[in-house]
């Protein structure tokens, strides 16, 4: 990697465009710590020292922080993420947005533009909400109508500002560009997290003690990424085999190929909507003012809450865990099977004289990748279930309470091996020579 990154700044191209990315990042930041006029930024700060309210938790992490600063940039790229993925199930269900997707560039330009449209009312919508939500408990400091409309509009606007940003270092920068605007906010909350486990686990303790604290932090932190790695990397390889076939007097055709099939193959989308679904009735809880009560309502609440988990004085409340991981390994399945269509692909197949050796074209095709693949996205669910329980496992017994868990390690690790190949892809192109160079 460092290897890649020195090569990178000797291209004259490829160094404006990391340039580039690195002052976007910065107003990233910048903006990230910009108050919203006329809210009270201890609020939140007030609200999370409190309770413990994993749905804000999360969000707070995906934010880099802006959230609970309420920052422009409170809302970040979350609108933009979901109406990604909202357009992307409505592909499946709508023709339109479905023909829209094969018309190749244009279409993808449309895609794009009605993913805009819907990230801003998303924004605006998680604004009112907010404002309606929070504003009588004394989050605005006047609650009038000219300090509900500046919020709303400010925390439009920030959201619709990064989702710009975005586009630009994927078009002037070195490609992915909301995903690196999303890593980078998660990294910059890693060195106050850190500090919270050295304050809790190692200062005040005996050298031996806090040494050993350190030594099993570290690890553990270690053994997370190259898990996560590990399962970024894995994937299956299906041997195609394609028939030889006669043209002019030519034999054409009879190369080998394969189907690259990933272990993890829906990414942390699984996780994501997991964690969604279930902090949503938390929010809307905590917007309401209630959970902190002791009836059933409140119990159930406290489940779905990830840091009563693996609390050895309440184990009762580790049934949320349990929800978690089967809604965790549905929705792996589920995405795959909107992604990744077997029958399509077996008819692809058949369509250009390829087969998988050992079985017939067209339907034991199709039923053989449904097989492999269904053994595999289990594999990959239970890798995601791994990375993302054990920071669980040691938020509950140990009370580390950290906003990075298995998904930020996932979306950061992910983000990076990426990125790297978009640099190297870049610096490939620029140091090709082909026979026109001569």
Same mark, same amino acid.
Not at 110 to 123: D, E, N, P
Not at 144 to 168: D, K, P, R, Y
């Given at each position: 990697m460092l290897e890649t990154l020195r090569n990178a700044f000797k291209i004259k191209d490829v160094r404006r465009r990391i340039y580039y990315v690195l002052l976007m990042l910065v107003i990233v930041r910048i903006g990230s710590q910009l108050p919203i006029p006329g809210v009270d930024r201890d609020f939140f700060k007030n609200l999370f020292a409190s309770q413990s309210n994993d749905a804000f938790n999360f969000f707070n992490a995906f934010t880099g922080g802006s959230f609970e600063q309420m920052s422009i940039f409170a809302l970040s790229i979350t609108p933009y993420i979901t109406s990604s993925i909202i357009i992307q199930l409505l592909t499946i269900a709508i023709p339109k947005l479905e023909e829209m997707q094969r018309d190749g560039e244009e279409g993808r330009k449309? %895609?794009? &533009?009605? *993913?805009?449209? !819907?990230?801003?009312?998303?924004?605006l919508f998680q604004s009112v909400a907010m404002v309606i939500g929070f504003g009588n408990r004394g989050w !605005? *400091?006047? %609650?009038?109508? *000219?300090?509900?409309?500046? &919020? /709303? /509009?400010?925390? *439009?606007?920030?959201?619709? %500002? !990064? %989702?710009?940003?975005?586009?630009?270092i994927t078009e002037k920068g070195v490609g992915n560009g909301i995903s690196i605007v999303l890593m980078i906010n998660i990294v910059s909350r890693i060195p106050s997290d850190l500090a919270s486990l050295f304050e809790k686990f190692v200062k005040g303790k005996t050298i031996a003690r806090g040494g050993l604290a350190a030594i099993i932090i570290m690890a553990i932190i270690v053994v997370v990424v190259v898990l996560v790695l590990i399962l970024n990397g894995g994937e299956r390889k299906i041997p195609v085999q394609y028939s030889k076939k006669m043209v002019g007097r030519k034999m054409m055709g009879g190369q080998s190929s394969a189907i690259p099939l990933k272990v993890n193959t829906a990414g942390v989308i699984p996780i994501i909507f997991a964690s969604s679904l279930m902090s949503f009735p938390v929010v809307i809880a905590s917007f309401l003012g209630k959970g902190g009560g002791t009836g059933i309502g409140s119990k159930i609440l406290k489940g779905l809450t990830s840091s009563n988990w693996f609390k050895p004085e309440e184990p009762v409340y580790s049934v949320g865990l349990v929800v978690y991981i089967v809604l965790v390994i549905f929705f792996a399945y589920f995405y795959t099977s909107i992604t990744f269509n077997p029958m399509e692909v077996a008819d692809n197949m058949k369509k250009q004289g390829g087969f998988i050796p050992g079985i017939r074209p067209g339907k034991p095709t199709q039923e053989y990748l449904e097989k492999i693949l269904s053994y595999i996205i289990f594999i990959g669910a239970t890798g995601l279930v791994i990375v993302a329980v054990i920071p669980f496992f040691f938020n509950g017994v140990f009370g580390a309470n950290v906003s990075f868990g298995g998904t930020s390690i996932i979306i950061v690790v992910g983000v990076v091996l990426e990125t790297i190949k978009q640099v190297e892809s870049r610096m490939l192109v620029r140091n090709y020579k082909g026979f026109l160079s001569e």
């Open positions: 449309k %895609m794009t &533009a009605i *993913t805009r449209y !819907l990230t801003v009312g998303l924004a !605005l *400091t006047e %609650m009038n109508f *000219t300090s509900i409309v500046v &919020a /709303v /509009v400010t925390l *439009t606007g920030g959201s619709a %500002m !990064l %989702m710009w940003i975005g586009e630009q």
